[in-house]
C-alpha cells in the first residue's frame, strides 16, 4: 500500500462551518416557520458592478473572434492588469513597485497557501490567534508542525490577539522566521495602525525574518492611520509580500481573481548562507504550477480600476459598512460588547455572562433565528468571542439586528 502524507493526519477535523450548517438545519426541522437570518457568511451578496459586467461581456466577444482570441496567458498575469493594479492601488498611494513584482492569481487563499513551499521545513512560523486558518492548516500539512494539544500545534508561535492588547498581538518573544500578519483581521475585525505594523517591520529586519501580510479587507479600511499596504511601511518592501483580493473588494468569490506582491528586494538564503531573492523562486513556483487568471477575469478585474468601476464597487462596500454600523448598534442596544465593523467586514463581539462561543451561537439561533460563527473555530483565543458579518443584504441585515437589539442576556 502506498503511505501517505502523515502530517494530513495531524489536521484538526474542519467541522466549524458543517457543524454550524447541521444546528441550523436541525433547528430549522423542528421550527419550520422560523425565517433564519446569516450573519455567518464570509461571502459577498450583491452582484458584480455594471462595469466589471461589461468588461467581461466585452472580453467573451473578443474571445470568440480569431483576431481577438487568447490562448494560454502568462502565469503570472497580463500586463494590462498588473499595470492597473500598481497604479490604482500602489503608485497612486505613493508606493514604487514595479508591474513585474505584482503576480495575479485566482485567490489570496490559494496564493497565501502556496506561499509557504517556498520556504525550508525547520522555518519558525508565527501567526496570530484567531485568525483565517489557513496560514496554520497549509504549514501542518507541509510538516511544520508536531501534534495537536490543548488546541495548540508544537512548533507554531501562536501570537494571541485579546481583548487585553486590543486583538494586536505583542512580538513574539522568541525567533519567528515566517510571520502572518492579517490586517485588517477575519475574524476580529482589528488593523494595524502605522504605528503597530513598523513595529513589526523593525522586528524582520532584525530578525531577517519575512511578513506575509494578508490584506483582503484592506478596502474596508476607513481609520487615516491604518495603512492598507505594508509597503505604506518604510523598509517593508525588503522584508514582506502582501496578498490581496478582489473576493471582498469588487465581489470576486465566484469569479475569482487576486494577486500577490513580491518585490525582488526580499531575501531568503541557502543553508550555505547564500542569498536568492524570493521573487525569483515564486516567478518559478506559479509558471511551473498554476496556469494563470481567465483572460475575461483578468479583463474585470481591470475595470474594477476605471472610474465607473471605483465608483460602482464603492458603493457595494459602503453598503456593507453601514450594514457593519447597524450591527454594532444592535448589539450595544442589548448590552454586548463587540469589536471590530470600523475598518473591516467582520464583527467581533464578547459572549456575555461566560457562555462559550457555541453556548452563544444556540442561544443566538434559537432567540433571534440568526446565525454567526462561534469564535473559538478560528483559534483557542477566540473562545468567548463570536463573528457576524456585514456580507448580506441590507434588508436581512436590518431585520436581523432588530432581532438582536430586543435580546436580553
Ligand atoms: N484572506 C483572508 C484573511 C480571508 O478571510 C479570505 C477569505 O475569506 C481570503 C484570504 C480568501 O481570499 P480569496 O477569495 O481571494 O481566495
Known amino acids: 500500500m502506498t503511505a501517505l502524507n502523515e502530517n494530513y493526519l495531524k489536521l484538526q477535523g474542519s467541522y466549524l462551518f458543517s457543524t454550524v450548517a447541521q444546528r441550523v438545519a436541525a ?45 494560454y496567458g502568462p502565469e503570472q498575469g497580463y500586463p494590462f492588469l498588473r499595470q492597473a493594479i500598481l497604479q490604482g492601488d500602489y503608485l497612486s498611494r505613493g ?43 497549509t504549514n501542518v500539512m507541509a510538516g511544520r508542525t508536531q501534534s495537536y494539544q490543548n488546541g495548540r500545534y508544537g512548533g507554531i508561535i501562536y501570537l494571541p490577539c485579546t481583548e487585553t492588547n486590543r486583538f494586536v498581538p505583542a512580538l513574539p518573544r522568541e525567533h519567528a522566521d515566517i510571520i502572518y500578519l492579517c490586517s485588517p483581521n477575519n475574524p476580529t475585525g482589528t488593523a494595524f495602525t502605522k504605528q503597530e505594523l513598523q513595529k513589526w517591520v523593525h522586528y524582520a529586519q532584525e530578525h531577517k525574518s519575512i511578513i506575509l501580510f494578508d490584506s483582503a479587507y484592506e478596502a474596508y479600511i476607513t481609520s487615516d492611520d491604518v495603512p492598507h499596504s505594508i509597503y505604506e ?35 531568503v538564503t541557502t543553508r550555505e548562507g547564500k542569498s536568492v531573492p524570493l521573487h525569483a523562486l515564486w516567478l518559478r513556483r506559479q509558471t511551473t504550477k498554476f496556469n494563470g487568471v481567465p483572460y475575461i477575469v483578468q479583463r474585470a478585474a481591470e475595470a474594477v480600476y476605471s472610474p465607473e468601476g471605483r465608483a460602482q464597487t464603492q458603493a457595494v462596500i459602503n453598503g456593507y459598512r453601514e450594514n457593519a454600523v447597524t450591527i454594532l448598534t444592535a448589539l450595544r442596544c442589548a448590552g454586548l460588547t463587540a469589536y471590530g465593523g470600523g475598518n ?49 443584504t441590507a434588508a436581512l441585515t436590518q431585520q436581523a439586528a432588530q432581532r438582536i437589539a430586543k435580546l436580553s442576556f
Open 344 to 392: 473591516a467586514p467582520y464583527i467581533w463581539l464578547k459572549t456575555p455572562k461566560g457562555l462559550d462561543s457555541w453556548a452563544f451561537f444556540d442561544k443566538l439561533l434559537k432567540e433571534a433565528q440568526v446565525v454567526g460563527t462561534p469564535g473559538v473555530g478560528f483559534g483557542a483565543c477566540g473562545e468567548g468571542y463570536f463573528r457576524l458579518t456585514a456580507f448580506n
Open 233 to 267: 511601511i518604510p523598509g517593508a518592501e525588503r522584508v514582506a509580500v502582501e496578498f490581496r483580493s478582489f473576493s471582498k473588494t469588487a465581489g470576486f468569490t465566484g469569479t475569482r481573481c487576486a494577486y500577490t506582491v513580491v518585490p525582488k528586494g526580499v531575501q
Open 27 to 71: 433547528y430549522k426541522k423542528e421550527n419550520p416557520s422560523a425565517e433564519v437570518i446569516s450573519l455567518g457568511i464570509g461571502d459577498v451578496s450583491q452582484p458584480l458592478v455594471p462595469a466589471v459586467v461589461e468588461a467581461l461581456h466585452k472580453a467573451c466577444e473578443e474571445m470568440g473572434h480569431a483576431e481577438t482570441f487568447r490562448g
Open 95 to 137: 508606493i514604487l513597485l514595479s508591474a513585474d513584482e505584482i503576480f495575479v492569481s485566482d485567490g489570496a487563499k490559494s496564493d497565501v497557501a502556496n506561499f509557504q513551499e517556498l520556504f525550508a521545513l525547520d522555518v519558525r512560523v508565527a501567526l496570530q490567534d484567531p485568525v483565517y486558518p489557513v496560514y496554520l492548516d
